[in-house]
């Protein structure tokens, strides 16, 4: 029955997730694409404390790229994803 589920909903990774974020932020995802993130979100707390952090960063300047983020947010963002991996 697992494998059933996890053959019909792709679990997406966090890469992916984050790929996703500022466009959901936006609102210009899918709903498909939007409710994948949102399955993801709900069972990975790094990426939900990474949205978290996207939404008071665009909050405070408006708006932001994901390539404009401030390098100590990437640093930790690539962090959090290592101790996910090595967890
Ligand atoms: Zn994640």
């Keep these: 029955m697992i494998r059933w589920w996890r053959r019909r909903r792709r679990a997406l990774v966090c890469r992916d997730a ?3 974020m ?15 993130l949102e399955a ?5 707390p790094h990426c939900s404390e990474y949205l978290a952090q996207l939404r ?3 909050d405070a300047l408006g708006r932001v790229e994901v ?5 100590e947010t990437v640093d930790d963002l690539v962090e959090l994803y290592r101790q996910w991996q090595a967890g």
């Design 56 to 58: 008071v960063t665009i």
């Design 67 to 71: 390539d404009e983020l401030p390098d």
């Design 22 to 36: 500022t466009a959901y932020l936006e609102g210009a995802l899918t709903a498909r694409d939007r409710e994948r």
């Design 18 to 20: 984050v790929e996703l």
């Design 40 to 44: 993801h979100l709900d069972a990975c």
